[in-house]
């Protein structure tokens, strides 16, 4: 190549003073729209806490509700309604949704099979929460007779919470190096020997993440249960898994529906009760996979 | 060796874990089952032309009827819209600034404080938007806006899918490799210019799945938007006005005492039959693009 | 019929001895005409920090212009982070940090409030693997001169630079193809295109070739070859025989310290330090 070149650096105007400042008023505006949501959280929780907390007594935690007198109400039936569903969930959701996820990451062939379940678990997830409602409504309330009944919500949400949990759980299973699982066969054991003693305890942080997640998406939903006619006025306790109920989000939705201004701190209160339930438990999550992040210096 | 009864307490073990994954399967078949049995009784006595081509919606009406879907399906996507003219300029300009700029330690807090914002459950944000969202900024911008309008709706949704947006597309920026960047300054370019003219297209399928998963989810959404948009279907772009959604009719006539085996009744399963399809397709879409980028990136 | 095998004794079969001593082969001076040459870049006393550990131990060493210098050294010595600190690259590194000075035509480039952006622009960079962008050929070329306010025309500069890259008669064909379908070695030539299209006073590359098959690499020693008419190449390299090959001043380093920097045909005829003999030699790798 000749050494004579037809272009100079000269022809370049990069004007950097201008793209640098460009470049700073872009950085500042992603900075505050980053926090534009942060702010919307903030003015949330001080409204939510502004309107609720002089309404969360000892009275109100233990009272029925009542729609004559608000200042008399409460959330009992509410509170062990959302308690009742937590339990039931949790007793089915999360057996059922590890053993899927210890099948499908431990056992299974890579056949079509299993990738139709994934990709099957996958749309699962994005299924609106209402759609399992009307689900339920036919199998549980009507199919398997168990009418409005506190059972038939909790085995709803735990059909919407499992792909959350089995999904959580195959990526903790995933996570669990190979050479684990190698050096148990080695030794003899058997498949769910080595499951059982040496992928669960270590892919346990991760599956528990999961399952908080999961529980608190179900503690959250109300839409299902309107579905299968959880009533929003309930005056009694659950005594049995077969007995009717309501719940904290279906108390919280009733009484923020209601023009009245008493009504809507009642609402607040719920949510104060309902967010006090939440927050420990994601708290929980946050501390347990911080720890497991911590300790993955393997 | 393994002897007779531990052989078969393994295979007994296999079939367990095997029929709990399957349990996911049923789930699907039997909500494709459900709604298509109703649905199809529906549609024996509601052409289906009337239903997703008719203007007017009122059911339950008992003078004179009328069962065209587009009313919801309008109110549906105004609100969705609307959802993501809020989520997808604050998630992208989040993910942006989160995977291009902020140092780690600012990462470490903004990104498990955004992802509480999906948290939180669904009636906190309804309620919200009634009690303070309409009166305290929308009537001061606009004076006509009704108590239930759907700006209040598309607002909240679209705070609350901000994380799935920030979070995926996060993920996606962070898997355009660093050699990539490092080609890019090199070329004399500054921060703006390589995150905004070199990640984001790089990642552009992990973006737009991100944007089709968060609009699923809006469709999706029920508890908000019964709370703030209200109950009564409209045909109109008028976001200050109230409307009604898929999900918040089922919400209504599921309230209401709509006796089983009325064309009201079977009104919720054609209704929920055409917003699982709807979601359904978005996220297998989704779904498909992103296993498209995945392949690209990993 | 004599067997020939009893009366003639065969020489016992040895195992192909290891040559201890060969050097490698400068090649002979180049026909072109050496265009006069002024120092570039002069590192004075450079050091480079990550966190505490020094990678880069006070080098001073002078790049002079129209030259190829290359760095060579074993896995680890510090001459990539040498080569990074000449464009600000190291700036990516959270805990990197410089002492001592980098002067770029008589100016530090680590004094404070010096602008990196516009020096990236004078001093362009060739990676080990090639990186370009998920665009078009030609959109890889015009990318860098477009944002840097090329005024002149930009096909016609797209075009001067994949012929100076030897890549033109491929592509010309196919400028709108995605670059992802060229092979190995024409991506390199394309970052070597995109890189030499900002019309840069310097190039630094850093083991261009380690990724490709010989035969894209001996393409690439002919280019930087033709280059150095316009350009200053700075060429990192683990290939002794490549730098003795391309270069004409060579500089050696070992554990961050610059050991020894000669002329290419006495480095590898007649090192001055031990240390650098034993390398070239193969004594160590």
Redesign the interface.
Known sequence: ???A?????S??????AH??R??RV??W???V??F???A??A??IL??LW?GLTWVTPKFLMNFPSVLSPEDAGIKSALWGTLWLMAITTLVAV???V??A???EE??PHNRLSR??H??????A??????????GL??FVRWWRLDRSVLSGGLILT?LV??VI?IASREALLAVPKSMREAAYALGA???QTVRTHVLPVALPGIMTGII?AV??A?????PL????AL?YVAFVPSSPLDPFTAL?IQ??DW??RPQAEF?HL??AG?IV??GI?LPL?AVA?VVRAWQQSKKAW | MMGLAARLKERAIHALLFLCAIISIATTLGIVWVLIEESVKFFAKVSPIEFFTGTKWAPLSSEAPSFGVLPLVCGTFLIAGGALIVAIPIGLAAAIYISEYAPPSVRRVLKPTLEVLAGIPTVVYGYFALTFVTPYILRPLYGQTEIFNAASAAIVVGVMIIPTISSLCDDAFRAVPRSLREGAYAMAATRLEVSTRVVVPAAMSGVVAAILLALARAIGETMAVALAAGMTPKLTVNPFVSVQTMTGYIVQVSLGDTPADTIGYQTIFAVAFALFLITMTINVIAQRVLKRFREVYE | MVNVAEDQPTAPVEAPRMPLLRMPIPRPPSKLPMPSSECVIRAEDLSIYYGSFPAVREVTLEISSHRVTAIIGPSGCGKSTLLRSMNRMNDFVASAAARGKLLYRGRDIYAPGFDAVDLRRRIGMVFQKPNPFPKSIYKNVAWGAAINGYQGNLEELVERALQQAALWDEVKDKLDKSAYELSGGQQQRLCIARAIALQPDVLLMDEPCSALDPIATARIEDLIDKLKTQYTVVLVTHNMQQAARVSDRTAFMYMGELVEVNDTTVMFTRPGNKRTQDYITGRFG
């Open positions: 190549m000749n050494g070149s037809a272009i100079s650096a022809d370049f105007v990069p004007r950097i793209r640098r460009f470049g872009f950085e505006t992603c900075t729209l980053s534009v949501g942060i919307f959280l003015v949330l409204r939510v309107e057996p059922v949704g053993a899927g210890v099948y499908l056992y299974a139709f379940i990709f099957n678990i996958t749309n699962l994005g299924v609106p929460s209402i759609v399992y409602g009307i689900l036919a199998v059909l499992l792909p089995i058997t498949r769910w997640l608190s998406r503690i959250g939903e109300a839409a309107i579905t299968i006619g929003t989000p919280i939705y923020s529906d809507h609402a607040a949510i309902l967010l939440l994601n946050v």
